[in-house]
């Protein structure tokens, strides 16, 4: 069995080569598709990885060249429990190599870590994955339920290209998935006594990337102008920028809560909660991001010249809403913007699952199976996956990318950071989690 003394799986003796390979495969995806560089040879990396153990691969661009997606299945031997989909992407958002201490390409191995772009979103776990699937094809290892490996295209510009596109146009890839894991949890943190709580992600807010556009009357910037679209859209992006949405407990949040209070005695009062969500240290900005909607103004784009007043002005503004609160949302939006302000977005979805059941049971026992007395706890992303797009297919998604990680390790700022880089035993102790988890749940 895995992570028995008497020595590392074969799983275990690849996972950080793996990583390594994978960052130094450039899949900089900048959300402008005439700047693709390599997600097809990441994809095709890893179906040469797979088919070399046996794996029959299928390989599709989603809608465009070069948005390489690979997926394979392993038949479990329960086939009527329905499928577990383990997903992963292979592209990276961009880094710019001054600003770090290696380059974010190198995929070196230093100090005990993999260094580079990608190292914690998401190549670890598609490392991991990949070597647990292989391991599994070398060893006549047959899962209960059928597995089914997915490695995707274009989740960091929002998987129109990737996962969305697969869902919408083949669906029967992921035929039988009842549920699903891949990023953001699993990683551990570590609590007052010293006693590891591994987050597991069971919701995430929805996106609303919001265009907001003033019209007004061009006109000679020497005049008195009282139409000026400028100074209208400023005031209202203002207006929006400084509003403060209700907090609102969901369900994730509040066990999420209710589980650090167990563990740590550390109280949550009605009355500050952000106050005490702000003791929480490294998890103080993700957490507090989970009780209320944001509105982020981003961009702002008017005018050509300092003497011409432009007749349109425009404005970005990225909107995270909680699960329930969409309409409500809206409402307070139209508000706080009047009605001159045009609006239009681009909006993807909540989502949310409930902390329980058979493969949540499953979760506890691999991780504790390993870090014994470690606790688990759901949270909620304030960020967006892929799960937006399986959810849409009917399966329950879950972020469990399994990590112990050092309790003075920043982790949830080494996502989209500079020298983003993973502990390689906490690669190794994850190998060993999946491997686990996958043969049983
Ligand atoms: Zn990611």
């Not at 690849?14 to 390594?20: G, I």
């Not at 991001?289 to 702002?300: E, G």
């Amino acid at each position: 069995m895995t992570g028995s003394p008497q020595g590392r799986s074969s799983a275990e003796a690849e996972v950080v080569t793996l990583t390594s390979e994978l960052i130094r495969i450039d899949t900089t995806n900048t959300g402008d598709p005439d700047t693709l560089v390599g997600e097809r040879k990441a994809a095709e990396y890893v179906a040469e990885k797979l088919a070399e153990v046996g794996y029959e691969t299928t390989y599709v661009e989603s809608g465009a060249k070069g948005r390489g997606n690979v997926i394979a299945r392993l038949p479990g031997s329960e086939p009527s429990r329905g499928a577990l989909l383990v997903h992963g992407h292979l592209d990276v958002v961009p880094a710019d190599p001054s600003e770090w201490s290696v380059h974010p390409l190198s995929g070196v191995v230093q100090d005990g870590y993999v260094w580079g772009r990608g190292a914690v979103d998401m190549k670890d776990m598609v490392a991991m994955s990949l070597a647990v699937a292989r391991r599994f094809k070398r060893d006549n290892v047959v899962p209960r339920r059928d597995i089914v490996f997915a490695f995707l295209a274009d989740e960091e510009a929002g998987s129109l290209q990737g996962a969305q596109w697969l869902v919408d146009n083949r669906p029967e890839l992921f035929e039988g998935a009842t549920e699903a894991i891949s990023e953001v949890g699993g990683f551990s943190i570590t609590v007052a006594d010293g006693t590891r709580a591994y987050l597991i992600q069971t919701a995430e807010k929805g996106i609303r990337w919001l265009t907001l556009r003033v019209r007004g009357t061009a006109g000679h910037g020497s005049m008195v102008h009282r139409d000026n679209a400028v100074t209208k859209l400023a005031a209202a992006v203002a207006r929006l920028g400084e509003h403060r949405f209700p907090i609102v407990l969901t369900d994730s949040v509040r066990e999420f809560m209710a589980g650090v209070t167990e563990l740590t005695g550390v109280e949550f009062p009605e009355d500050d909660l952000e106050g005490a969500v702000g003791k929480l240290g490294g998890l103080a900005r993700m957490i507090g991001a989970t009780l209320r909607d944001t509105a982020n103004p981003t961009m702002l784009t008017a005018g050509y010249k300092a003497n011409v007043i432009p007749s349109v002005a425009e404005a970005a503004v990225d909107c995270r809403v909680l699960p329930g609160r969409e309409e409500s949302f809206e409402r307070e939006l139209a508000e706080i913007l009047g009605p001159d302000i045009e609006r239009e977005w681009v909006s993807l979805p909540t989502v949310e699952t409930s902390f329980s059941g058979a493969l949540v049971d499953h979760m506890a026992n691999s991780i504790t199976a390993e870090d014994p007395g470690a606790k688990l706890l759901p949270y909620m992303l304030s960020g967006g996956t892929d799960a937006k797009s399986f959810q849409k297919l009917g399966m329950r998604c879950f972020g469990f990318a399994p990590l112990r990680l050092p309790s003075d390790l920043d982790f949830s700022a080494l996502f989209h950071g500079v020298d983003e880089r993973v502990p390689v035993d906490a690669l190794e102790f994850g190998t060993r989690v999946l491997d686990r988890f996958l043969r049983n749940c």
